[in-house]
T-cell receptor, first 108, second 114 residues
């Protein structure tokens, strides 16, 4: 069983919708990363957070340490946001463990 | 300028062969990583080096041997390739191996073992 669980696995939205992707982890972590993998395969780091909330453009990431849960929100979604979004938790010993990813498709 | 580069981008080879994948970063980072992404798109860490020293070595067959000639390079050599080694291999780097360090990924190397 993976120590990092993401939901949903697949998500289809209409352009303009507000999107939430969830990530939960089993034990205490040092930090949590959100990554975006483009259809072409390239991986980009979106956020690294250990507490609170971060915002970059239309993307917002939050983390609740007590509940061992993080969310990635996309406001005013656009077809170019279509990608796989992956959360990864940094456990002790600098070991980054990945969730299975959420395939997001935003239709025009 | 490419921050983290990998060569080759595609590698097709026969079972039993030995092959290498190279990774270079020009970001001045101290830590480099190798990840494997399987056919289900699941990423898993394989190795991590900090200043040429191995710091993470997950449960990986010893047919896989990373080599770091200097802190800007982390190569992955695979002996006696098997069908199950087919995957996309990603290299990444970060300033350090600590909490606050964003990882920068290379473009990936798609390995196909026939």
């Amino acid at each position: 069983k993976n120590e990092v669980e993401q939901s949903p696995q697949n998500l289809t939205a209409q352009e303009g919708e507000f999107i939430t992707i969830n990530c939960s982890y089993s034990v205490g972590i040092s930090a949590l990363h959100w990554l975006q993998q483009h259809p072409g395969g390239g991986i980009v780091s979106l956020f690294m957070l250990s507490s609170g909330k971060k915002k970059h453009g239309r993307l917002i990431a939050t983390i609740n340490i007590q509940e061992k849960h993080s969310s990635l929100h996309i406001t005013a979604s656009h077809p170019r946001d279509s990608a796989v979004y992956i959360c990864a938790a940094l456990f002790s010993g600098s070991r980054l463990t990945f969730g299975e990813g959420t395939q997001l498709t935003v239709n025009p | 300028d490419t921050a983290v580069s990998q060569t080759p981008k595609y590698l097709v080879t026969q079972m039993g062969n030995d092959k290498s994948i190279k990774c270079e970063q020009n970001l001045g980072h101290d830590t480099m990583y190798w990840y494997k992404q399987d056919s289900k798109k699941f990423l898993k860490i394989m190795f991590s080096y900090n200043n040429k020293e191995l710091i993470i070595n997950e449960t990986v067959p010893n047919r896989f041997s990373p080599k770091s000639p200097d802190k800007a390079h982390l190569n992955l050599h695979i002996n006696s390739l098997e069908l199950g080694d087919s995957a996309v291999y990603f290299c990444a780097s970060s300033q350090n191996s600590g909490v606050g360090d964003t990882q920068y990924f290379g473009p990936g190397t798609r390995l196909t073992v026939l």
